[in-house]
């Protein structure tokens, strides 16, 4: 039954807490088995599916706790080879154990009917299809149809791709010598994508390597290749990827952001690979005087819904609401009218974001050139469109959806 609670006490974060699946995993330390991990993630990719079924077999939607643990139930029924009463009954006891042992019999009684059926989806005209079909809620869904008639299909679509994509610490590994010595699963434009062996997950413990997407290093290089001792400052750094990898290219970097604990993430970083960062704790909604027309480049990877990655991260689903964009909308144009404020005058300002959405990217950027007429989409670079604007889709094999917008400073 240990595995049973283990995924209970891991989605229950998630569900209710909004809590990332990825973070509870690490920090549930050894009760994460394999068998642990394919469970909670194998729950949370199959939950409007699971709940969906399950609600064909009550009348009354019962409480969070118990409706957690019938999805997690009702994956390993349908989706794993463990015996059929070995859930049941653990699903029982595991009821008793949590305090809802007025609920055993109910949970016997739906797991016993889910167990002699099969799953299914609703009607395709039914007004729930697309929420089960892409495991998403309906909200998300039209938000992107909006936005992307005729692709949102393929945006939205789960993704089964298991690699990381990393890229080298050219300081310390070149690609002859890694391709040379080590696996991976394909070569891309700016590193690989790789099934993260021990031996990489050693030569990532050294700094040789880091864990970053294809979208993350596209923002960077959109700030071009001639970063030798230019002074950036990159406003809301954490976890640090971007601000090491400009450190990398030679750039002197001002890394910022405004929690404690996040500060700490990019000291780790740092350590880690072995770069130099002037490291800050500072509210980028906040004027600081001491960066006023310093910077020859100031990054803003503004906070944002994060539906650009959302197909492999359906964690995410708990933790947002339609009305966090809203809010998100306000802080990124207050981010972003503050930091304009740190760019000299020549220099660049670049606004990114890993969400899709329109209204988070070029709603954003169109607003704030209209207000801002010393400023313009800088089109004098070879890695960043004719229009200083670029959105990348989550469609092909191994991409995240990023925006990126190149702007000078006029005058």
Same mark, same amino acid.
């Given at each position: ?10 989605? *229950?974060?998630?569900? @209710? ?15 994460? @088995?394999?068998?642990?991990? *394919? ?20 009348? &009354? ?14 994956? #390993? ?23 809802? *042992? ?13 167990? !002699? ?41 789960? !993704? ?15 690609? &002859? ?10 070569? @891309? ?66 890394? #910022? ?18 770069? &130099? ?26 906070? #944002? ?21 809203? !809010? ?25 974001? #890993? ?10 950027? !169109? ?15 070879? +890695? @960043? ?21 190149? +702007? *000078?400073?006029?005058?």
């Amino acid at each position: 039954m240990e595995y049973l609670e283990t995924s209970y006490d891991i989605i *229950k974060d998630v569900y @209710t807490k909004g809590a990332y699946v990825h973070v509870v995993l690490g920090n549930a330390g050894n009760k994460v @088995t394999p068998l642990v991990t *394919k469970i909670v993630y194998g729950t949370l990719e199959n939950w409007l599916l699971l709940k969906y079924n399950l609600s064909l077999h009550y009348k &009354k939607a019962p409480q969070n706790t118990v409706l957690i643990l019938l999805l997690i139930s009702s994956y #390993c029924l349908k989706f794993l080879s463990i015996p059929d009463h070995a859930v049941v009954n653990s699903s029982v006891d595991l009821m008793v154990k949590i305090g809802k *042992k007025e609920a055993k019999g109910f949970v016997n009684k739906i797991l016993r009917i889910m167990a !002699s059926k099969d799953l299914v989806y609703p009607e395709k005209n039914s007004p729930v299809y697309d929420e089960v079909y892409f495991n998403l809620p309906s909200w998300i869904i039209r938000k992107v149809k909006q936005d992307y008639k005729d692709k949102y299909k393929e945006i939205l679509k789960p !993704s089964s791709f298991g690699y990381e994509h990393i890229r080298l610490n050219r300081n310390k590994i070149n690609e &002859k010598e890694f391709e040379s010595k080590y696996e991976y699963y394909k070569k @891309t434009n700016v590193g690989y994508f790789v099934n993260m062996s021990d031996e990489l997950k050693d030569l990532f413990k050294k700094g040789h390597i880091t864990i970053q997407s294809k979208g993350s290093i596209a923002v960077v290089d959109a700030i071009g290749e001639d970063l030798l001792n230019k002074l950036v400052l990159d406003v809301c750094a954490a976890p640090g990827g971007k601000s090491v990898y400009l450190a990398e290219k030679g750039a002197v970097v001002t890394s #910022c952001d405004i929690h404690t604990h996040r500060v700490k993430l990019i000291d780790s970083y740092v350590k880690r690979v072995g770069v &130099k960062l002037n490291i800050l704790e500072n509210d980028a909604t906040v004027m600081n005087p001491e960066f006023i027309d310093k910077f020859d480049v100031v990054l803003v990877d503004a906070p #944002c819904s994060g539906l650009g990655v959302i197909n492999r991260r359906q964690d995410m689903v708990f933790s947002k609401s339609e009305t966090d964009i809203a !809010s998100l909308k306000k802080l990124q144009r207050k981010i972003i009218e503050t930091s304009k404020n740190y760019v000299k005058k020549g220099g660049v300002l670049l606004y990114s974001t #890993c969400t899709i959405l329109k209204e988070e990217n070029h709603h954003v950027i !169109s607003s704030f050139l209209k207000e801002n007429p010393n400023f313009t989409f800088d089109k004098n670079t070879e +890695l @960043t469109p004719v229009d200083g604007e670029v959105q990348i889709l989550p469609i092909e094999e191994g991409e995240e959806g990023y925006y990126i917008a190149r +702007l *000078k400073r006029v005058s």
